[in-house]
């Protein structure tokens, strides 16, 4: 299956910065969603997007659906140690089951 | 609650081995997904199962991989003569309705088994 390209791979910032992160696609999904992964834990859904356009908040977390339906950013704001993690991004096609995902951006955040 | 348990969470075998991996779903989830994490990479799709029957197969590598769900709940994935190059994290996810329409049927993973062959 195709892989969504994601980037920074990889960031490390101090206490209280904003993150933004952003993933994009060489073909076109219905649905956007952003998933968090923790060491040794599955990823968990964060959130989700199904239009092209739509921005939508979780806590301190914001993600917006590209308007081409081929990319979509992620934003945290005020980051505090637990958002340490890897984030995923994937691409849900309409009829589709199959999430494709992208290689991640590891977060690192300093006290 | 219970969420999607795997077993066993490590299995480390020899090249050419036999291997089994289980997945418990969430009670009451009619979809079981398996993907393929590799190092640094995100996960990648495998098998889907709707009920019993595996409604898409399309991400199994090749022949040597092969997944049941005989009952509807639980799931093994089965891979014969074990290559280094099948080492990485396999994970199990599950959601009460297929996935496909909006809004989203979340998946819901499991933590995954590590399998390493040496």
């Known amino acids: 299956g195709q892989q969504l390209n994601q980037s920074p791979q990889s960031m490390f910032i101090q206490e209280g910065e904003d993150v933004s992160m952003n993933c994009t696609s060489s073909?076109?999904?219905?649905?956007w969603l952003w998933y968090k992964q923790e060491p040794g834990e599955g990823p968990v859904l964060l959130i989700a997007?199904?239009?092209?356009?739509e921005l939508t908040s979780n806590g301190r977390l914001t993600a917006q659906f590209g308007i081409t339906r081929k990319d979509s950013f992620l934003n945290i704001s005020a980051s505090i140690p637990s958002d340490v993690g890897i984030y995923f991004c994937a691409g849900l096609r309409d009829s589709g089951y199959a999430l494709n995902f992208g290689k991640g951006t590891s977060l690192l955040v300093t006290p | 609650g219970a969420g999607v348990s795997q077993t066993p969470s490590n299995k480390v075998t020899e090249k050419g081995k036999y291997v089994e991996l289980r997945c418990d779903p969430i009670s009451g989830h009619t979809a079981l997904y398996w993907y393929r994490q590799s190092l640094g990479q995100g996960p990648e799709f495998l098998i889907y199962?709707?009920?019993?029957?595996?409604?898409?197969d399309s991400g199994l590598p090749n022949d040597r991989f092969f997944a049941v769900r005989p009952e509807g709940s639980v799931s093994t994935l089965k891979i014969q003569r074990t290559e280094r190059g099948d080492s990485a994290v396999y994970l199990c996810?599950?959601?009460?309705?297929?996935?496909?329409?909006?809004?989203?049927?979340?998946?819901?993973f499991g933590p995954g088994t590590r399998l390493t062959v040496l």
């Open positions: 073909s076109i999904f219905n649905t």
């Open positions: 997007l199904y239009k092209a356009g």
């Open positions: 199962f709707q009920g019993t029957g595996a409604a898409d």
């Open positions: 996810a599950s959601s009460f309705l297929p996935s496909g329409r909006a809004p989203y049927n979340e998946q819901f």
